[in-house]
């Protein structure tokens, strides 16, 4: 019975994105009027409500995930195994909540998906089977920061003298005053907003995000400046490496050297060096073939720094929502997040590995097994199957991009003169305009106007972009570089 009702929603699901990446205006207005605007007293039937579901409201979803077209965010999609294990997840319903090793094997299971994932990522698992799954990357951005802050504080009264609690304890004021300084700041160069967000979050502010950048390249450090903001005495700072720019896909980093200097330079000022990789982390992956060594540089030496942020629901394909977070400090978390006076929350213990409570070192306590997806879909593809999927998505971005820098219409964006660089620097986001500035102003609500795929809307160097991310396990490099390239011809009337 329940398998049928999946069958027939899944049957759904590849009518409305073949039908268009998304819903028909009438579409939408069916399922919002549809919608009661005030609780019934009687509940209605269960059939009556799946109906109304399937009917009304589903056929105004978009193909984001389901449609291998949908290039706007980044979505990634669902791989069938994942989408099973979801399934799974939700039938069951377990809380990954504590590990209480004789009642479930739940938390053993997130434990050891996150060990899959750190070796997916060539990460020793002797210094990164750490951290938790979280909701995303914002989230994780979110522990990072937080590890962060107590880190280079704990640095600060090291250097100091001082015997001084955790922030997680004493809160971020009384700490900054016992230790006569004015605050925290990160330094990046293009952050994500979201870690300008978890800023806020945390008490460090939005303002004192701060991009330390190079005047000739928007996304390397400026190594001069960024010593000098260490190297200051009333702040503290945390280091964000862009690993992955959500416009350009472009990295921050071009190989261990960098790496390597902004370790050394961390060390020796007590930073917290922490790495937003929720999609370039995926880069390591690669083989070391010359097509993708460009791009497999952007990651390499992430394993020098501190804690790292990767996205589930992006590259990884599975369902929202999914991020995870690693960290080479192991004890760090339960200082910011550990569940006050709750006794009757901690595990017991087995032979096994020790297995932190998750409510301890991550935002929740009641929580979603978010891990088994992972795990699946990690099971079921293996390094190869994900590399492989990888490398179609880096392809198609590449195609395009070639496309666009031989068109007479577009603008291939960061601009150049060389084809050749533009390619090799290419990760899985194509980032250009109009030449006609009429057509660019509306060009991305042009393009998903023809609902045969979807862009998002961006801005560079101060004028509107777009931005095609290319994030699903379905691509196809040659029927979808087909349909690309036609609807760009089709918006500029080539
Ligand atoms: C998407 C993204 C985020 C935010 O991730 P969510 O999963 O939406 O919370 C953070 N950083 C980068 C680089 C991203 O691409």
């Not at 449609?67 to 791989?79: A, D, M």
């Not at 998906?113 to 995303?136: E, M, V």
């Not at 870690?195 to 995000?209: Q, S």
Request: contains cysteine; aromatic residues 8%.
């Amino acid at each position: 019975m329940q398998d049928q009702f999946l069958e027939n929603l899944w049957k759904v699901a590849q009518g409305s994105w073949s039908s268009g990446v998304l819903p028909s205006q009438e579409s939408l207005s069916r399922a919002r009027s549809s919608i009661p605007t005030k609780l019934p007293a009687a509940g209605a039937s269960l059939e009556s409500v799946q109906q109304h579901i399937v009917n009304d409201i589903v056929p105004a979803f978009n193909g984001g995930s389901l449609s291998p077209n949908y290039y706007g965010f980044i979505t990634g999609g669902v791989t069938p195994a994942a989408l099973f294990a979801d399934n799974i997840v939700s039938t069951y319903d377990q809380n990954v909540q504590v590990h209480l090793p004789n009642h479930s094997i739940v938390t053993d299971v997130e434990y050891h998906a996150l060990g899959l994932l750190a070796d997916l990522f060539n990460l020793d698992r002797s210094q990164w089977h750490n951290g938790t799954f979280t909701t995303g990357a914002t989230a994780s951005n979110i522990l990072g920061l937080a590890c962060g802050r107590e880190f280079v504080l704990q640095k600060a009264a090291e250097r100091k003298g001082c015997v001084m609690g955790s922030v997680g304890e004493h809160g971020l004021f009384e700490v900054l005053q016992a230790l006569d300084l004015s605050g925290v700041q990160v330094l990046s160069t293009l952050p994500h907003s979201s870690v300008v967000k978890a800023a806020g979050i945390l008490g460090i502010g939005r303002t004192n995000v701060r991009n330390i950048c190079r005047a000739d390249n928007p996304l390397q450090f400026d190594m001069v400046a960024l010593e000098k903001e260490l190297a200051r005495t009333d702040k503290v700072s945390i280091i964000s490496v862009s690993c992955g720019e959500v416009n350009t896909g472009r990295f921050a980093t071009s190989g261990m050297e960098q790496l390597s200097q902004l370790r050394k330079l961390c060390d020796q000022y007590g930073a917290w060096l922490h790495a937003d990789g929720a999609f370039g982390i995926f880069a390591r992956i690669l083989d070391d073939s010359p097509e993708f060594a460009t791009i497999k540089k952007g990651s390499e030496g992430i394993e020098l720094l501190d804690s790292i942020t990767g996205d589930g629901h992006k590259l990884l394909n599975v369902p929202y929502d999914c991020g995870f977070f690693f960290s080479r400090h192991p004890d760090l978390a339960a200082c910011v997040f550990q569940n006050a006076n709750a006794a009757y929350l901690t595990g017991g213990a087995t032979d096994g590995p020790s297995i932190p409570s998750p409510l301890n070192i991550g935002i929740e306590n009641s929580r979603r097994f978010r891990a088994l997806p992972v795990y699946a879909s990690l099971l079921c593809y293996g390094r190869d199957g994900y590399r492989d999927m990888l490398e179609r998505q880096i392809r198609l971005a590449r195609a395009i991009y070639e496309w666009i820098f031989d068109s007479p219409a577009y603008t291939a964006l960061p601009q150049t003169n060389s084809k050749v660089d533009l390619v090799d620097q290419t990760f899985m986001s194509v980032l250009f305009r109009a030449k006609d500035d009429t057509l660019n102003e509306q060009l991305a609500s042009k393009i998903n106007a023809t609902s045969r795929m979807f862009v998002s809307g961006s801005s560079w160097d101060g004028a509107p972009a777009t931005r095609i991310a290319i994030s699903n396990w379905r691509v196809d490099v040659n029927r979808d570089a087909a349909l690309v390239t036609d609807v760009l011809a089709q918006v500029a009337q080539l």
